[in-house]
């Protein structure tokens, strides 16, 4: 598996990575514990060191999954966990209810510590902004966790630009995670140059549209009540046919390569920057390795071209929440 370094920071990864929330938390059925550290193993095996979780998914399940899974693999791969949200009368975190008050960050760090099994954070993500927090505050209370030896990197998601600057003064930022594919692009206008212009790597999450650029998703497909996207815009029935034109292009494409839509699809995204790291989320060993497959595509700068040309005259139906 290729490397990729997240921006100027050091920090070496694969270059596709592994979104893991699914595997304990979201739609249903969940995966079996036993059968999820199984594949966490497999992953590992063909090269994967980049691995994404979060408290808030499960809550706390996923993150125990992923330590429990990889403790066999310290110092081999990078793991990724977020904080961000309060801990409510239970003690249960959910979005929603933002929570980056500095006292908190470093409750979830010691937590998170514990549950994943390890003796610093890899990377430790803002999960989202908190309007009642500065950010300076936040990236302060990350400074002073890596300063004790917790955390090694800092990490911000679904944040401006403005945002990411305000942080970087106070402690260098090493990566960015927000939506990004061929149907989400709103980050090219703003936070990918400021990005760039700071030596931040970039990690998409959903770079595959929960699912819908694989081009498996159809008119006829339904979703379970627990499934997000049930109630989202882009996949009602309309919007997913509306959407086809999308999918045509992306299996025009891989015919002529001998891909999958999917797999151009995260070639697209890996050609974008050299710093660009995508973590699609998989249970089954088929979708992983069809993943993995698109490191080896190599999309020309005609082909390049042709999807932009090609995306220009595309109006994408449907918010993305």
Same mark, same amino acid.
């Given at each position: 598996m290729e490397k990729r370094k997240l921006g100027s920071s050091g920090l070496e990864v694969s270059a596709i990575g592994l979104g893991c929330m699914r595997m304990s938390f979201g739609d249903k059925p969940i995966g079996d514990r036993a059968d999820m550290i199984s594949f966490i193993h497999s992953a590992v095996d063909r090269g994967i060191t980049f691995f994404d979780t979060a408290e808030v998914y499960g809550p706390f399940t996923n993150e125990d999954l992923v330590g429990e899974a990889l403790e066999p693999f310290k110092g081999q791969v990078v793991i990724a966990t977020k904080f961000g949200f *309060?801990?409510?009368?239970?003690?249960?975190?959910? +979005?929603?209810?933002?929570?980056?008050r500095p006292e908190r960050i470093k409750q979830v760090a010691e937590e998170s510590l514990k549950r994943l099994r390890v003796d610093a954070i890899d990377l430790f993500y803002q999960h989202r902004p908190d309007p009642n927090v500065p950010i300076e505050d936040v990236a302060g209370a990350v400074k002073e966790l890596i300063h004790e030896g917790k955390v090694k990197h800092f990490g911000l998601s679904e944040s401006s630009s403005d945002l990411i600057r305000r942080?970087?003064?106070?402690?260098?930022? /090493?990566a960015?995670?927000?939506?990004?594919? @061929? %149907? %989400?692009?709103? !980050? $090219? =206008? *703003?936070? @990918? +140059?400021?990005?760039?212009? #700071?030596?931040?790597?970039? !990690?998409?999450?959903? +770079? &595959?549209?929960?699912?819908? #650029? /694989?081009?498996?998703? *159809?008119?006829?497909? /339904?979703? *379970?009540?627990s499934d997000i996207r049930s109630k989202n815009p882009r996949f009602t029935?309309?919007?997913?046919? =509306?959407?086809?034109? !999308?999918?045509? &292009? &992306? $299996?025009?494409? =891989?015919?002529?390569?001998? =891909?999958? +839509?999917?797999?151009?699809? #995260?070639? %697209? &995204? #890996?050609?974008?920057?050299?710093w660009i790291v995508p973590i699609p989320g998989s249970r089954k060993i088929e979708r992983l390795d069809e993943n993995l497959g698109a490191a080896s595509v190599e999309l020309s700068s005609g082909n390049l071209s042709e999807i932009e040309q090609a995306l220009s005259g595309i109006t994408v139906v449907g918010d993305r929440y």
């Open positions: *309060d801990p409510g009368p239970e003690g249960r975190p959910t +979005p929603g209810r933002p929570n980056s942080a970087h003064a106070v402690q260098p930022v /090493t960015i995670q927000s939506e990004y594919s @061929l %149907w %989400w692009r709103n !980050v $090219e =206008a *703003d936070v @990918l +140059p400021a990005c760039q212009e #700071l030596g931040i790597g970039f !990690v998409p999450y959903s +770079p &595959l549209g929960r699912g819908y #650029l /694989t081009g498996k998703v *159809d008119e006829n497909t /339904t979703f *379970d009540s029935q309309e919007a997913i046919k =509306a959407n086809r034109a !999308v999918i045509d &292009l &992306l $299996e025009r494409i =891989a015919g002529e390569k001998g =891909a999958t +839509p999917a797999q151009i699809a #995260l070639a %697209w &995204l #890996l050609a974008q920057k050299p």
